[in-house]
């Protein structure tokens, strides 16, 4: 019925959502590290399939919400002593008390290496499934960016939880946008982080409302990435292969990323000069936390909801967007987004329209067909 995963299959996973996050989804070390620290502690980590969920069952997706960039510490937050427990158990177990009933298991908002790791070890923590789906199938830097709001699940009742014991539940929002400015609020004052639990829902509501498989097709990005380098292969084929992807460019990193922190996101571009096949031309990324939209030689190359993902040329290792440093030499894959956001609903609402840019969405497999690996 479930599978109890490995420590490489998590890691695996971890990894491969990282590479498919779109720069965003937050720390790979940090997710790392605390999966190590629970598999240390003897923790036991249960993935189960999307149709193995019962009906009845309450589901409730755990993450963080901020930004990756590093921010000044300012405020009187900084004032206070630290908890010893992770921001989200806290708000799982909320909302436990507000609903009076346990919760089943946890169902991974977006693809992150930290995002992912925190859903996974909530799940281990508190003794409960992890889902073999996730609710974008990307990392997306605004909370109405998920597939329940495209199948309009409600956010709602939703809690939120920060690093020094603040505690609080939304019983109810006007709707996901409003549920963004709200928490966002909070993470600002809050390091610029807080942990939060919502979309809870019964296992009937769930089936239909995130991408099936969704860990285990992350996992298969992963393996394929790690086997590659072991076997001295190139991870970027690899990588592609295993899940169909287009290679839209490699080249060098022309300077540090440029980006600042405004209102809890973290904004700012990419630029790479050409190398190899691509010498002689330039792409540039604009990300609001994860990548939103690209250009090669100032024509636009992939928006959202497809997927712009930068990575480690050599060895096919992924990179956050503020961590794109001068020098460093990387490839930019893309890959098709999920069916959720190719729908008429999905399209109207991660666009790039949303973002400011006054583009149509052309799907990347009518544009790169002929650079798939």
Known sequence: MFKILTE?????????????????????????????????????????????VRDEDLFVAPYFCGSIGESAKEGNYYNYPEIDRMETEI?????????????????????????????????????????????AGRAVPDLQFSTFYVNQVPIYPLAVANKIGDI????KVVDDFRAEDLVRALAVVSGNFIGMADHPCRGKELKKSVIPGALSY??????????????????????LKSVDGFLLFEGIVKEDSKYEIKDGFTTG????FGKDSYENSQYKIWYKNENVISWKDDEVSVTVPDLICVVDRKTGYPINNPYCKKGMEVAVLGFKAPEFWLTERGLSILNPKFFGFEVEHIPIEKKFSDVSI
């Open 8 to 52: 490489q299959e998590v890691k695996d996973i971890l990894v491969g959502c990282t590479i498919l996050s779109t720069g965003g989804g937050g720390d790979l070390a940090k997710g790392l590290k605390l999966i190590e620290d629970d598999f240390k502690a003897g923790l036991e980590f249960r993935m189960l399939p999307l149709e193995s």
């Open 91 to 135: 708000a799982v177990e909320t909302l436990e008390r507000f609903f009076g009933e346990n919760i089943s298991g946890m169902i991974s908002i977006e693809y992150g290496g930290l995002n992912t790791a925190v859903a996974l070890s909530t799940a281990a923590r508190l003794n409960k499934y992890i889902v073999d789906a996730d609710a």
């Open 168 to 171: 609080a539940v939304f019983e």
């Open 218 to 239: 992350a996992g298969k990005v992963g393996k394929a990435q790690r086997t590659a380098v072991e076997k001295g292969e190139n991870p970027i084929e690899a990588i």
């Open 269 to 272: 571009t990419i630029e790479i």
